[in-house]
């Protein structure tokens, strides 16, 4: 199980002291809930959910007459898919009609190049004919970058020069990707921060070009964030947040975090959906989100 392998970092930081506190005080009074909610926050579940969370506990264990500690690890489980289902549909939008385009934003370094590789390998294996958009011309070496990808993987890649416009990038890659008969265009851009407003300018121009081609284009806008950076990939969310049309959240290194709590935090705050995480480096390690199994491989 992909999940459980990549989340045992948080599985053994957080779930274990739950385990644990439950073992220990076995009784569920109010140091029960301030440990539990020291817990909570330390994973990094962020303190306005873990509030609300600890809040709907109490409720239960009031309105079941719960006593035993024990018993709370169920509901808890319960209540954390809750909140990461939310009400939107977490799988990806695909086009009926023909060519579906990606659009990937997010700061450098966060691992967009590379959730683009693991996707167009994810698709390739479903059969479907990939494209890779370049539009990361501004930092050296991102255009080199997801060619590396598009080698490993087997598919090809759209790029101008260092330094070109890409909104013209997608352009290009629109066309060709529509002669060719592609299924999905995965598109990078740039994720230089110094100049936001810039940045923001760019993404938009890149939407529009890409709206005008594919009318019901982009079908996904995907924010990649970093799951080690904790709260900054929350500042980064609310960042990007309204002003490029997002569709979804893409977490990526939960490998490399004890602190996964931070899906729980992004998903409340955002009231975007995640769909989809990065549980490692290689090529298979992107799994689509799915709010049971990733609680499930952290209680199990
Ligand atoms: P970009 O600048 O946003 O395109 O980021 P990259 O795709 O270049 O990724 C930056 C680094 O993060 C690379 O060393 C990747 O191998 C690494 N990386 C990306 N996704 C994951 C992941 O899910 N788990 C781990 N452990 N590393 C990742």
Partial sequence: NKFKEGLAKTRNAFVEKVEDLILRRKKIDEEFYEELEEILIGADVGVNTVMELIDDLRAEVRKQKIEDAAELKPILSEKLVKLLKGDENNSLRVSDNGLTVYLFVGVNGVGKTTTIGKLAHRFK??????LL???DTFRAGAIEQLEVWGQR???DVIKQQAGSDPAAVMFDAVQAAKTRGVDILLCDTAGRLQNKVNLMEELNKIYRVINREVPDAPHEVLLVLDATTGQNALSQAKLFGDKTGLTGLVLTKLDGTAKGGIVVAIRQEMNIPVKLVGLGEKMDDLEPFDSEQFVH????
């Fill in 133 to 135: 958009a370049a539009g």
């Fill in 153 to 155: 993987v087997g598919v």
């Fill in 125 to 130: 294996q479903q059969g479907k004919k990939v």
């Fill in 297 to 300: 491989a952290l209680f199990a």
